[in-house]
């Protein structure tokens, strides 16, 4: 009978092995074994980037292994030396938070730039918030933009409301309200809190959008939902004067929830509720104490109603 040639896998493909192992691991969230095979694999091939990457990621992460970002950082710079896209990004990340490495924003532009070069929309988003803020870069926003919009096309959510931003602002781009508005549609369905409550002031102006208060209202309960204070305090404005159907109970609401996270403009506003029972009942100390610390925070409106306020607390003594 012929003998079977039984062929041994070179050091290379039981590498290349041990990484589709791990990342199978990985899926079924097994950390520990896929920690193991990635480090059976560089150990058969040291210079192979994708275990490199992997086994930064579970350093920076803590999965399989106790969390040390010294080790990230050294696993990601071994795979981004050679040209791993995806360690380039995360070791830009690095440096942008300083996490491993000492925060460099230089370093961080330059290693999500190499990146973005690619058509990373990650590295172009964050390269284009180190160009927002001028750190690391002179700032510009037309470069900004740019990178913004090569993120944005690709659905890179946090780069379309930041897009949306600068048309909104007119910078690095021709003020334009009906893109602003159509970025912010963009990231507010995918739930940016942000571009909701953007996106709701551009239906309630009739910015770059038709006004309808509808739409404004549907957006700025989106955010309000989230937890938002200024969306809440917005959608407490629009039950409390219209031109929606007045509803002086879901003012009160949700000018509580904004009063509670410390907006003052929501404690002025429920502190004037309180006085003239306006969805809540008439309550003098609750206006007293809402209307108090509005003022404390410097709100003018706030400052003189806590005079109307003081004097009636004087007449309702002297009754």
Same mark, same amino acid.
């Given at each position: ?81 050679? %040209? ?35 058509? %990373? ?31 944005? %096309? ?105 009063? %509670? ?59």
């Amino acid at each position: 009978m012929p003998t079977e040639i039984v062929r041994h896998l070179s050091p290379e493909e039981e590498a290349e092995n041990q990484l589709k192992k791990g990342l199978g691991f990985l899926n079924q969230e097994k950390w520990d074994d896929a920690f193991m095979c990635f480090l059976r694999g560089i150990q058969l091939s040291p210079g192979h980037s994708e275990l490199q990457l992997m086994l930064g990621v579970l350093h920076y992460n803590g999965q399989g292994v106790s969390r040390k970002y010294e080790e990230a950082a050294k696993w990601y710079r071994k795979a981004a030396d050679q %040209d791993n896209l995806h360690a380039q990004f995360n070791l830009g990340l690095l440096y942008d938070r300083g996490e491993g490495v000492a925060q460099d924003y230089v370093q961080a532009a330059a290693w999500y730039r190499r990146a973005a070069d690619k058509g %990373d929309a990650n590295a172009q988003y964050h390269l284009g918030s180190l160009y927002n803020r001028g750190q690391g870069v002179a700032q510009d926003f037309e470069q900004a933009a740019e990178l913004y919009r090569k993120s944005a %096309d690709q659905g890179n959510v946090d780069a379309q409301f930041e897009l949306g931003k600068l048309y909104d602002r007119g910078e690095g781009v021709p003020h334009d309200d009906a893109r602003a508005a159509a970025w912010y549609h963009e990231a507010a369905k995918q739930g940016i809190t942000d571009a909701q409550f953007g996106l709701g002031q551009k239906y309630e102006k009739g910015q770059g959008v038709p006004q309808e208060w509808g739409q404004a209202t549907f957006w700025y309960r989106e955010a309000a939902e989230q937890g938002m204070p200024e969306a809440q305090s917005a959608l407490g404005a629009i039950y409390l004067n219209g031109p929606v159907p007045r509803d002086f109970s879901e003012a009160a609401r949700w000018y509580r929830k904004a009063a %509670d996270q410390g907006w003052q403009y929501a404690q002025f506003f429920l502190a004037f509720q309180y006085r003239y029972g306006m969805g809540v009942p008439r309550d003098l100390d609750q206006a007293m104490f809402w209307c108090r610390k509005a003022a404390e925070q410097g709100n003018e409106l706030a400052k003189e109603f806590l005079v109307v306020l003081s004097h009636a607390q004087c007449q309702n003594r002297n009754e």
